[in-house]
């Protein structure tokens, strides 16, 4: 499964799916240089999402990378609408996972 890549060199990841029910994996990226040292970027952590028994009723999966927003999106439908959505944000040096379901309990 490809990635699709999120981030501003210095904090970055890589979302992957596979699918509704394991739908992101997120694998964040730590620099190991300074002002002095030459580095490099590190795997420094990986977060797993597991939805149990959405891959059985899921249908219209779709993943999608918004260039021009810098956010990485999937969506699904199962019994109404499941998207997360997820982007670096500068300024606060954070990555942003936001889950969102059209039907309360989804």
């Known amino acids: 499964m490809k990635a699709l890549p999120l981030g501003n060199g210095r904090m970055a990841g890589c979302v992957r799916g596979a699918g509704a029910g394991a739908h992101s994996v997120q694998y964040i990226t730590l620099w190991t240089g300074n002002e002095t040292v030459r580095g490099s970027y590190q795997a420094f952590g990986d977060v797993y999402i597991s939805l149990p028994g959405h891959d059985a009723g899921a249908t219209k999966y779709r993943r999608d990378l ?6 990485a999106q999937v969506s699904y439908s199962e019994g109404g609408w499941i998207t997360s959505g997820r982007f670096c944000e500068h300024p606060a040096q954070v990555m942003v996972l936001r889950l969102t379901a059209s039907k309360p309990g989804s």
């Open 66 to 71: 918004d260039l021009e927003q810098g956010v």
